[in-house]
């Protein structure tokens, strides 16, 4: 390891994969409800297991961020990091904060917003957390005395996570007076977290891993960036109107939210060219063979999930019969495995080996584990697509009862479940790649 203090990267990066089995396991419940609702109903509800299947699904690419922050601001600064007792301090804190919050979803507690369920402590221990991660990784940049443009994108990233999540707080002090105002404040962080700063972050983190995978000139790299993260961020800060025309806002977020969410797939197709450019430049020789799979597979399903899945029923014309629908769902499940977890997990294909001193990943476990994820993902979004449209024309078009149409969509969650099953066995393969080491360096 180069850096003593890169193990604090480390350890996120664990807790963060011990957070993504869970969710899987989580995800395979609910899977299995969809298709016989009676199984175990009178122990977990549906609902009870949907909260926490989402819930730890933001925390784990949460703390996954964390660790990669960590792990590239080291490398970028050239530097240790600032207080490694900081960031294990506040990595315990927000383990406590989500294994609390778990607990009281359990029994009834919440704050009853979807998504933003968390009671009011623990979304004030939520934001202490994030701005001592954000204050540690600013002062480990300052301390190496370098500011690069990878750096710089991600500490606007890193900070705007932490200032978005503010508006969550809003309605426990009374800030919002109805419900509509409340609404139109939770997309402040719903929005604008997912298609908004999140976006920084994972830009950063793409151009970052394609520097060390590709090592191709910085300065040509970098303008790529400002560009491509520039569109992505502003077509989806002001795509958050494809939400607000269906809380009761002026008729000029039907134009807005259209036109700039429309406009977000060629962000994304900018992004996977840029990608796909840069390694192809380099010659792909780099021997850690599953970091290249996984960053070229996030700049790929984060153009089709977030951009092409996105598009698709963002129009006024048609999210009116498809909203909160299955295909909502489809466009959900492919675009925060695309951009997020997909970016998490390449950087923890690259700097786990290069702590370890290794190459890489086994390069069969890895590829079995990327190959399985993908299939199955893949899977899970096209049943998921195929249900919603069943959904969307005989509950919303033809006005059929909403149960007697689930019955209609049986097969399509039977399709979902074989494809979480094959996730899940992927997620295991790269558990495995993780902790079984890599291949060592010659000599």
Not at 26 to 49: C, E, H, K, S, T
Not at 270 to 291: D, S
Request: hydrophobic fraction near 55%.
């Amino acid at each position: 390891m180069k850096y003593k203090t890169q193990s604090v990267a480390y350890n996120h990066f664990v807790v963060a994969l011990l957070l993504f089995v869970l969710q899987v396991i989580a995800g395979l419940w609910i899977g299995i409800q969809y298709v016989f609702p009676d199984f175990f109903y009178q122990v977990i509800d549906f609902n009870v297991m949907r909260t926490i299947h989402i819930n730890l699904l933001i925390v784990w690419i949460l703390i996954g961020f964390m660790g990669a922050s960590y792990y590239l601001v080291v490398e970028e600064s050239e530097t240790e990091v600032w207080s490694p007792s900081l960031a294990n301090i506040h990595l315990i804190g927000f383990v406590i904060g989500g294994v609390a919050a778990i607990v009281g979803y359990l029994f009834g507690i919440t704050d009853g917003r979807e998504f933003l369920e968390q009671p009011f402590i623990i979304k004030l221990a939520i934001t202490v957390v994030v701005l001592a991660f954000v204050l540690n990784i600013i002062m480990t940049i300052v301390k190496g005395g370098k500011w690069t443009s990878v750096q710089i994108v991600l500490v606007m990233g890193l900070v705007g996570a932490a200032l978005f999540f503010l508006p969550a707080l809003g309605n426990h002090v009374g800030a919002y007076r109805n419900l509509s105002v409340d609404k139109y404040f939770w997309w402040w962080t719903v929005h604008l977290w997912v298609e908004g700063v999140w976006e920084l972050i994972m830009g950063a983190m793409l151009s970052f891993l394609l520097l060390k995978l590709t090592g191709v000139d910085r300065e040509v790299l970098e303008k790529w960036l400002y560009v491509i993260v520039g569109i992505t961020f502003f077509s989806g800060i002001l795509g958050i109107g494809h939400h607000y025309y269906w809380e009761g806002y002026p008729a000029y977020w039907l134009w807005i939210g259209g036109i700039f969410s429309a406009a977000e797939p060629f962000a994304f197709l900018g992004m996977t060219i840029y990608a796909f450019a840069m390694m192809e430049k380099a010659g792909r020789a780099h021997p850690n063979r599953a970091a290249i799979y996984f960053t070229l597979g996030c700049a790929i399903f984060a153009f089709l999930g977030a951009g092409v899945w996105g598009v698709m029923h963002t129009l006024p014309q048609i999210n009116r019969y498809t909203h909160g629908s299955q295909i909502t769902a489809s466009h959900g499940h492919l675009a925060f495995f695309g951009a997020y977890a997909m970016i998490n997990l390449a950087m923890m294909a690259y700097a786990i080996p290069a702590m370890k001193g290794t190459d890489g990943f086994n390069k069969r476990t890895a590829l079995t584990a990327f190959w399985l994820m993908v299939i199955g993902m893949s899977d899970m979004t096209l049943a998921l697509f195929g249900a919603g449209v069943v959904q969307a024309f005989m509950e919303r078009y033809n006005h059929m009862p909403f149960m007697v149409v689930q019955d209609q969509m049986w097969l399509f969650y039977a399709i979902r479940l074989a494809g979480g099953v094959i996730f899940a066995v992927g997620v295991l393969f790269f558990v495995k790649a993780f902790f079984q080491g890599g291949v060592k360096r010659a000599g």
